[in-house]
């Protein structure tokens, strides 16, 4: 079946701008998370999703990321007012839900953000 | 809020046994302990996970010692295909921890 789906695979803006990342989850999976990979480091949390409970807004970095879920299916992650820092590879994954401590996540292949 | 520490890096050979550890010194009682294996322009896909004393599936095994501060991904006889990035995912329940650490590269040579 279809797995996670993202895109654009790649977006390139520039500095101020603002983005918008989507996130097709796996069809009936209720969970949702977003990550954010910079070049050579491991996988920073940025939120989570689950069904209809108040998201686990956590590891936002600054109130000019916000992500909603529509529908409790695709997922947005916007950037507002970019920066040079935000430059990196915006990773979602979903999974079936329940207690997300034993449930694996399924991955997409990330949208690359550069900003110039 | 639990820290993960992996080796940066680790090489072996074609057929040999690799052991990866990772250090979580603050891992909460109700964690999990997951690996996933990440290749380039990918994203990670899950190996296995646990919670203590040992797990093993048909790709890996996943040892965890009583007090959990640490747990050692075991990868029998690895091939070429092998090499990629190894993360370990100590992961709380809703609202909890959710940490990866930065990853081990493995690079398993012929």
């Known amino acids: 079946g279809a797995g996670v789906s993202q895109s654009p695979s790649n977006k390139v803006t520039e500095k101020g701008k603002d983005v918008e990342l989507r996130c097709d989850p796996i069809s009936g999976h209720t969970a949702l998370y977003w990550y954010r990979q910079s070049l050579g480091q491991g996988l920073e949390f940025l939120i989570y999703f689950q069904g209809n409970s108040a998201p686990d807004k956590s590891g936002l970095p600054s109130d000019r990321f916000s992500a909603e879920r529509t529908g409790g299916s695709v997922s947005t992650l916007t950037i507002q007012r970019t920066q040079q820092e935000d430059s990196a590879v915006y990773l979602c994954?979903?999974?079936?839900?329940?207690?997300?401590?034993?449930?694996?996540?399924?991955f997409g292949d990330g949208t690359r953000l550069s900003i110039l | 809020l639990a820290k993960t520490t992996q080796p940066i890096s680790m090489d072996s050979y074609e057929g040999q046994e690799v052991n990866i550890t990772c250090s979580h010194n603050?891992?909460?009682?109700?964690?999990?302990i997951t690996w996933y294996q990440q290749f380039p322009s990918q994203g990670p896909r899950f190996i296995i996970q646990?919670?203590?004393t040992k797990v093993t599936n048909e790709v890996a095994s996943l040892f965890i010692p009583a007090d959990r501060k640490s747990s050692t991904l075991s990868l029998p006889r690895v091939s070429l295909s092998d090499t990629a990035v190894y993360y370990c995912l100590v992961v709380g329940g809703s609202q909890g921890n959710l940490i990866f650490g930065k990853g081990t590269k493995l690079s398993v040579k012929p």
């Open positions: 646990g919670y203590k």
């Open positions: 994954a979903s999974s079936s839900g329940g207690d997300r401590r034993v449930q694996p996540q399924h």
């Open positions: 603050n891992i909460a009682t109700n964690d999990y």
